[in-house]
Nanobody
C-alpha cells in the first residue's frame, strides 16, 4: 500500500511552465514504478509519462515528448513532472500513479493520487 498526493497544478498561459510533484507515503517508494496520467472533461484518461523504480528508464506520450520531463527523488519519496511549452490541449486533471513494475497502461497501476488541476489559457 502506498498513498500518493499530487501538487503544483494551477493556471498558466500557453507557452509557460509548471512542475507537478507527487509525494508518496511509506518506506518502499523506490520499489514502485511511477506514472503520470491526465484526464480532461469528456475524454478518457490518457498516459503522459512513466519512470522506472531507479529512474533509469522513462517513457512519454508522443504528445508531450520534448516538452515534459518525468523524474524522481527516491530519498524524498517524490516523483516530478516538469511541463514546459504548455498548450491549451494540456489542460486536464493530472494524476500520479504507482505500480510494482514498469508499465504504460493506466489499467495496470494499483495506486492513484487524487489529481491536481492544470489549466492552460490561450
Amino acid at each position: 500500500q502506498v498513498q500518493l498526493v499530487e501538487s503544483g497544478g494551477g493556471l498558466v498561459q500557453a507557452g509557460g511552465s509548471l512542475r507537478l510533484s507527487c509525494a508518496a507515503s511509506g518506506r518502499t517508494f523506490g520499489r514502485y514504478a511511477m506514472g503520470w496520467f491526465r484526464q480532461n472533461f469528456g475524454k478518457e484518461r490518457e498516459f503522459v509519462a512513466a519512470i522506472s523504480q531507479s529512474g533509469g528508464t522513462t517513457s512519454y506520450a508522443d504528445s508531450v515528448k520534448g516538452r515534459f520531463t518525468i523524474s524522481r527523488d527516491n530519498a524524498k519519496n517524490t516523483v516530478y513532472l516538469q511541463m514546459n511549452s504548455l498548450k491549451p490541449e494540456d489542460t486536464a486533471v493530472y494524476y500520479c500513479a504507482a505500480n510494482s513494475f514498469f508499465v504504460l497502461s493506466s489499467t495496470r497501476y494499483d495506486y492513484w493520487g487524487q489529481g491536481t488541476q492544470v489549466t492552460v489559457s490561450s
